[in-house]
């Protein structure tokens, strides 16, 4: 009797490629020292044009913008050893929330400074300038930060993001307080918004602080 023997190909061992973790850690360092980069420039000339101007936003603003340095200075040490990430983790998330409570502080108290004393700064068309500036540079560093932290799972690369989203807010109603105070000489307009926004980052830091912003990166 003859048999047939059907000799089927052997089955191609797929290798999937390497995680990308790394490459995902490296776009996290850049943007770390972009952050680190951008605002310390920022910080620099809000608090000249604030001085010159006798502006409370520009000055505060120029704060934000150191503090929002040291976040990304933070993020920077975090991804520095991923391999230890566990260890760092924490640390570096409570030194980000830490960071956005000191900044809610700040605000809050020049805000109403600036109410009580009726401050009216001079028009500052470089404060201007670098609120439209930072309108379009944190909105996109920010989305890039939450891209970077869904990679990575971190919950202090997703906090650096939300520090980040909220110097656009910021960078907005410096804005709208230096045209308002301009066109319109409202000079309550400036540290009105931004006592209204001191809410939103005192929640973000103690949420950063419990270790609560961590995996969910929407």
Not at 180 to 185: I, K, V
Not at 194 to 216: F, K, N, S, W, Y
Request: proline share 4%.
């Amino acid at each position: 009797m003859r048999v047939d023997v059907v000799v089927r190909p052997r089955a191609r061992l797929v290798v999937h490629p390497p995680s990308s973790e790394a490459a995902w850690v490296r776009g996290g360092r850049r943007l770390g020292a972009l952050t680190v980069g951008y605002n310390l420039l920022e910080a620099v000339v809000s608090i000249g044009a604030g001085w010159v101007a006798g502006s409370t936003a520009l000055l505060g603003f120029g704060v934000d913008s150191l503090v929002e340095s040291g976040s990304g200075v933070v993020v920077l040490w975090r991804l520095q050893h991923p391999d230890r990430h566990m260890q760092r983790e924490a640390r570096a998330l409570q030194l980000v929330g830490v960071s956005l409570l000191l900044l809610a502080l700040y605000v809050a108290v020049e805000a109403v400074r600036s109410l009580v004393a009726r401050e009216a700064p001079s028009p500052s068309v470089v404060g201007i300038a670098l609120a439209i500036s930072s309108l379009v540079v944190m909105p996109w560093l920010a989305r890039q930060k939450r891209r970077v932290a869904r990679a990575l799972g971190s919950g202090a690369v997703q906090a650096d993001s939300r520090q980040t989203s909220i110097c656009a807010y910021l960078s907005a109603i410096l804005l709208a307080g230096l045209g308002l105070n301009a066109l319109l000489e409202w000079w309550w307009a400036d540290p009105a918004a931004a006592l209204a926004m001191t809410p939103l980052i005192v929640r973000e830091g103690l949420e950063a602080v419990q270790g609560r912003t961590c995996c969910d990166c929407a």
